[in-house]
T-cell receptor
Framework: QKEVEQDPGPLSVPEGAIVSLNCTYSNSAFQYFMWYRQYSRKGPELLMYTYSSGNKEDGRFTAQVDKSSKYISLFIRDSQPSDSATYLCAMSYGNNRLAFGKGNQVVVIP | KAGVTQTPRYLIKTRGQQVTLSCSPISGHRSVSWYQQTPGQGLQFLFEYFSETQRNKGNFPGRFSGRQFSNSRSEMNVSTLELGDSALYLC???????????FGPGTRLTVL
């Protein structure tokens, strides 16, 4: 069983819809949770960085962490074509060794 | 503030050769981590350097090595290249300790 599971299926949504992404993990020692966005032929770009359980909002993006269920989510409101990218969840034990999910390719259709 | 830079951006090598990749972190960042990204395995951690010392290491064979210089720039070396080493190699920098990691654009290595 991989440490971090992210269903890598592609996701197509119409412009303006809410995009919902999630990851599960097996090791309760993970303390820090991140979401990265990666455009084609680019490096991952940090979107959200959280430590505790609960919600964190930044503009159109909301990250949720539920440590009791070992489940994290990312919501993108009012999705735009420029949000079309691969979204990767990542987590760490408390060092700089990140464990990543496989990523979800999101396509926002105008 | 300049971001993380990686050189070269693209490389083509043949099996058995060795390769050296370079990473310059964001100014002031002392930690540099390296990752391998492939379609099959996704992003996998290779190693982390902090103040010229390897601080963490992933599950890769000894053919993969790295080093960090006093100016925090880092190099990664892969010896005796195999076809399966074809991947996007990414480096990420952070200030120190646990913190946000910022990625460079990567080096695309193709092994023929």
């Amino acid at each position: 069983q991989k440490e971090v599971e992210q269903d890598p299926g592609p996701l197509s949504v119409p412009e303006g819809a809410i995009v919902s992404l999630n990851c599960t993990y097996s090791n309760s020692a993970f303390q820090y949770f991140m979401w990265y966005r990666q455009y084609s032929r680019k490096g991952p770009e940090l979107l959200m960085y959280t430590y505790s359980s609960g919600n964190k909002e930044d503009g159109r993006f909301t990250a949720q962490v539920d440590k009791s269920s070992k489940y994290i989510s990312l919501f993108i409101r009012d999705s735009q074509p420029s949000d079309s990218a691969t979204y990767l969840c990542a987590m760490s034990y408390g060092n700089n060794r990140l464990a990543f999910g496989k990523g979800n390719q999101v396509v926002v259709i105008p | 503030k300049a971001g993380v830079t990686q050189t070269p951006r693209y490389l083509i090598k043949t099996r058995g050769q060795q390769v050296t990749l370079s990473c310059s972190p964001i100014s002031g960042h002392r930690s540099v981590s390296w990752y391998q990204q492939t379609p099959g395995q996704g992003l996998q951690f290779l190693f982390e350097y902090f103040s010229e010392t390897q601080r963490n290491k992933g599950n890769f064979p000894g053919r993969f090595s790295g080093r960090q210089f006093s100016n925090s720039r880092s190099e990664m070396n892969v010896s005796t290249l195999e076809l399966g080493d074809s991947a996007l190699y990414l480096c990420a920098s952070s200030l120190e300790g646990v913190g946000e990691q910022f990625f460079g654009p990567g080096t695309r290595l193709t092994v023929l």
